[in-house]
């Protein structure tokens, strides 16, 4: 492998272009507090929601954020508007450090920062009308001199948003989801906005609905020349919508890409699976989130090194490896499973039928590399085959930690034991990922 890339973060602002937001090394962990005992069983300790995201959001473009259910979009989202006091890191907005500004500190940004929610209803009051919905706001913050111009700011608004002037006197009850959504954007707008962030503003709609307020938002954009921050999980909408992508996984950005350099090139691993999975996507199966291999780990407490080794097709072998990668990824995925001790060989040994007697250990072995590692016994060669068979008798014996040792050594790998910092891995487009960094573009995925 031969390093050559120059690093060059995300952290990096282009000067060609007028930076509106950036943010630095962000972070937001949530501390859920509990004893010792609780933390070294996971079930209470720091959830590392955000932990270290560099991004820049430039004026007029849409930036999408992507990723699966739980990698800290919303948190992003919430932590650079100040609705989530950040753990450390900063936020820039027009070259002011808005970073953890009090509330009263934040109102003047709060009219160019606007943000649109998920669950339409549930942004909206019940109790209110739509005018008042929309003209409360505008009071807060000095917009118009009046009483009725700033009813006539709200209904410009609503119809800016697609719907109608009348509407000013309703209730959210009286809107289907896909109005109530258009409220909301149209409370955002009122206040002409610099910045929109939008978390998942179409995802709870019907597709035809999804369209036309994405359509909208797109002419809303590029009339009032709007940046956007736009979280997504759905890949489909993402390519109709945004100039650029950044993709998230377990609080960290590991790629930032212009959109159809990232659907055409996907450079990270696990970019290139959740691409792989968007055929799959079928609207009419109700729930078109992204699943992949392997469970997602927690962000209590997150893999070592690159966070997606743990589930990567990718995953670098040692410099001493000599067989092929499909080879090593089972071999590597066999050493997650037994250090994380997902088997249970118990459980096994109640699962093996063999009449009235109990399984003997060497069957629950047999059993194990039978069916938890995943590559061909009768293809796996003999060395290889003799480690993970001294390991799995290691493990069945009780010896958990030898066994681990063992397959860690002989399975090891840098994904594991090194961060990857985000490198320049094509032009204007940046990766966190070993292979990024050491291998040239073309020779990046030999197999995998
Ligand atoms: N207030 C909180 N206290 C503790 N943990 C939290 C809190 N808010 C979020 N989390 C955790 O932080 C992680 C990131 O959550 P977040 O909602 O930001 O993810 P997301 O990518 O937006 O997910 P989704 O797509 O499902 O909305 C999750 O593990 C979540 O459980």
């Not at 999975?277 to 893999?303: S, Y």
Request: charged letters at 25%.
């Amino acid at each position: 492998m031969s390093r050559s890339f120059t690093t060059s973060r995300e952290g990096v602002s282009d000067p060609s272009r007028e930076t509106i937001l950036e943010i630095r090394g962000l972070k937001k962990h949530f501390d859920l507090g509990g004893s010792f005992l609780d933390k070294l069983l996971g079930e209470r300790g720091t959830v590392q929601a955000v932990d270290g995201v560099d991004l820049n959001i430039y004026e007029g473009e849409i930036l999408a954020v992507v990723g699966e259910s739980g990698c800290g979009k919303s948190t992003l989202a919430k932590t650079i508007l100040n609705l989530e006091e950040p753990t450390s890191g900063s936020v820039n907005y027009r070259g002011d450090d808005i970073t953890g500004l009090e509330e009263k500190e934040m109102r003047s940004y709060r009219k160019e920062m606007q943000m649109i929610f998920q669950d339409p209803g549930g942004s909206l009051n019940p109790r209110k009308t739509i005018g008042t919905i929309l003209t409360t706001p505008l009071k807060v913050h000095g917009i118009g001199d009046s009483k009725e111009e700033r009813e006539e700011i709200a209904k410009t608004a609503l119809e800016d948003a697609g719907l109608e002037a009348s509407h000013f006197n309703r209730y959210p009850r009286q809107f289907s989801g896909g109005q109530q959504q258009r409220v909301g954007l149209a409370r955002a707008l009122a206040l002409e906005p610099d910045l929109l962030v939008a978390d998942e503003p179409v995802s709870k709609l019907d597709v035809s609905v999804q369209a036309q307020i994405l359509n909208r938002l797109l002419d809303l954009q590029s009339e009032y020349n709007l940046s956007m921050m736009f979280i997504a999980h759905d890949l489909s909408v993402v390519r109709h919508i945004a100039d650029r992508v950044a993709v998230m996984y377990l609080g960290q950005v590991v790629e930032v890409a212009p959109v159809e350099e990232l659907f055409e090139n996907p450079q990270h691993p696990y970019t290139r699976s959740l691409l792989s999975a968007v055929p799959r996507v079928d609207p009419r199966a109700g729930d078109d989130r992204i699943t992949l291999e392997g469970t997602v780990p927690t962000p209590i407490d997150p893999p070592s090194g690159c966070r997606f080794h743990t589930r990567c097709p990718a995953v670098i072998p040692p410099e001493s490896w000599t067989h092929d990668q499909t080879l090593f990824k089972a071999a590597f995925t066999y050493r997650i499973a037994l250090g994380n001790e997902e088997v249970e060989v118990g459980s096994i040994r109640d699962r093996i039928e063999v009449g009235d007697r109990e399984a003997s250990d060497d069957e629950v072995v047999q059993y194990m590399l039978e069916h938890t590692y995943s590559g061909e016994l009768d293809a796996t060669p003999s060395g290889v085959l003799g480690t993970l068979k001294s390991a799995t008798e290691r493990y069945v014996d009780g010896e958990r930690e030898t066994a681990t040792e063992m397959l860690r050594e002989a399975f090891s790998s840098p994904c594991v034991d090194e961060h990857p910092s985000m490198v320049e891995a094509l032009d204007g487009h940046v990766a966190a990922c070993h292979r990024v960094d050491t291998e040239a573009p073309g020779e990046r995925y030999p197999d995998a």
